[in-house]
T-cell receptor, first 107, second 115 residues
């Protein structure tokens, strides 16, 4: 099956700092999503981004499908950004998750 | 309505109990999914329903029994579970299991503890 690798696995930031999370995938995909899982387990969809660039407030994402990677940018991080960030890709009919990046933003 | 609603949020059950998890969406999505997530791990696919028919079963033990009564509802029936089945169970939906331009929407999950 398709392989999804995320880096870094863990990240600790001071409030206000910027960060970049990376997702590499092993084959062409139909769909790529970035999710934020909060401490209560809710998976919140951040971006549906099979290709191109999107921005939503302090967050933006870029997927370069031809090179099989996607980047999630978090600017001016806040403590509420803490949690696990998952990249998930769909090839054919099922969504496969990477192992996630655990982000901790300290005040 | 752009939500997937799961009930209950928390469930504690004994190994001899029978219980059910429920999932509901009113977005007109025709594909629905059950995922299982253990602590510090990514979600893992269990079942896929497409147009109310089971299309994928990822070799899940028979003590987990899915059901899709209609296009808006998805149930997961639990019987004779083991303590290692304790996990967060997530429901998701999408427009179509092969298509769609908005991706998957997940519910907030049911945190299950088997004692």
């Amino acid at each position: 099956g398709i392989q999804v690798e995320q880096s870094p696995p863990d990240l600790i930031l001071q409030e206000g700092a910027n960060s970049t999370l990376r997702c590499n995938f092993s084959d062409s995909v139909n769909n790529l999503q970035w999710f934020h899982q909060n401490p209560w387990g809710q998976l919140i969809n951040l971006f549906y981004i099979p290709s191109g660039t999107k921005q939503n407030g302090r967050l933006s994402a870029t997927t370069v499908a031809t090179e099989r990677y996607s980047l999630l940018y978090i600017s001016s991080s806040q403590t509420t950004d803490s949690g696990v960030y998952f990249c998930a890709v769909r090839r054919y009919s099922t969504l496969t998750f990477g192992k996630g990046t655990m982000l901790l933003v300290s005040p | 309505d752009t939500e997937v609603t799961q009930t209950p949020k928390h469930l504690v059950m004994g190994m001899t109990n029978k219980k059910s998890l429920k999932c509901e969406q009113h977005m007109g999505h025709r594909a629905m999914y059950w995922y299982k997530q253990k602590a510090k791990k990514p979600p893992e696919l269990m079942f896929v329903y497409s147009y109310e028919k089971l299309s994928i079963n990822e070799s899940v033990p028979s003590r987990f029994s899915p059901e899709c009564p209609n296009s808006s509802l998805l149930n997961l029936h639990l019987h004779a579970l083991q303590p290692e089945d304790s996990a967060l169970y997530l429901c998701a939906s999408s427009q179509d299991r092969r298509k769609g331009t908005h991706g998957y929407t997940f519910g907030s999950g049911t945190r299950l503890t088997v004692v």
